[in-house]
């Protein structure tokens, strides 16, 4: 079954100090896999997907197949990165779902 | 371009009322999805289309019906409200499939008293 799993529902940490949101999954497949994130009384909107290998807003998040991981990480937390962060997977072929995680909510402190 | 829109942003029902959201997109993507948030939840999908005069059920559709009569737009429905289907309802849209990038609504909060 596709399952993703974000195991921290809330993390804090202080600004300038490196974070690390993570997310693993299962699929037997290949998968494909996206971080999406929610500011405060904003939209959902993608931030970053394994497949474009981008950096976006000093973001980034790297495939594991051998670990199904795509944990985020940022070297240095802004204020303004505070927000809700959901991983997602997309597998199964054309009919598949987008599945998401249950989010991880992160706080960075002045 | 608005991207997507849903209308209305809030509601309050009572148990056994009907009603109708709305969602609607300006970008010619064919996929179009409707999401639930529940705290400690996550997104779900309840139902989705892949395209015009097309629906399909997704993880928790009891309780609601969609209908894509126009390629633009894609109404979710509910027949009789219930308490356990407060939540925040986010529409979405895609180009063509699950694996592109999905645009979210501002959502909708619905509340069922």
């Known amino acids: 079954a596709q399952r993703v799993t974000q195991p921290e529902k809330l993390l804090s940490v202080f600004k300038g100090a490196p974070v690390e949101l993570k997310c693993n999954y299962s699929?037997?497949?290949?998968?494909?896999l996206f971080w999406y994130v929610q500011y405060s009384r904003q939209r959902l909107q993608l931030l970053l997907r394994?497949?474009s290998r981008e950096s976006i807003k000093g973001f980034t998040a790297d495939l594991n197949k051998g670990e199904t991981s795509f944990h985020l990480k940022k070297p240095f937390a802004q204020e303004e990165d505070s927000a809700m962060y959901y991983c997602?997977?997309?597998?199964?072929?054309?009919?598949?779902?987008?599945?998401f995680g249950k989010g991880t909510k992160l706080s960075v402190k002045p | 371009n608005a991207g997507v829109t849903q209308t209305p942003k809030f509601r309050v029902l009572k148990t056994g009322q009907s009603m109708t959201l709305l969602c609607a997109q300006d970008?010619?993507?064919?996929?179009m999805y409707w999401y639930r948030q529940d705290p400690g939840m996550g997104l779900r999908l309840i139902h989705y289309?892949?395209?015009?005069?097309?629906?399909a059920k997704g993880e928790v559709p009891d309780g609601y019906n969609v209908s894509r009569l126009k390629k633009q737009n894609f109404l979710l429905g509910l027949e009789s409200a219930a308490p356990s289907q407060t939540s925040v309802y986010f529409c979405a849209s895609s180009t063509y499939r699950w694996r592109d990038t999905q645009y979210f609504g501002p959502g909708t909060r619905l509340t069922v008293l």
């Open positions: 970008m010619n993507h064919e996929y």
């Open positions: 289309s892949v395209g015009e005069g097309t629906t």
């Open positions: 394994h497949i």
């Open positions: 997602a997977l997309a597998g199964g072929g054309s009919q598949g779902n987008l599945i």
């Open positions: 699929y037997s497949g290949s998968p494909e």
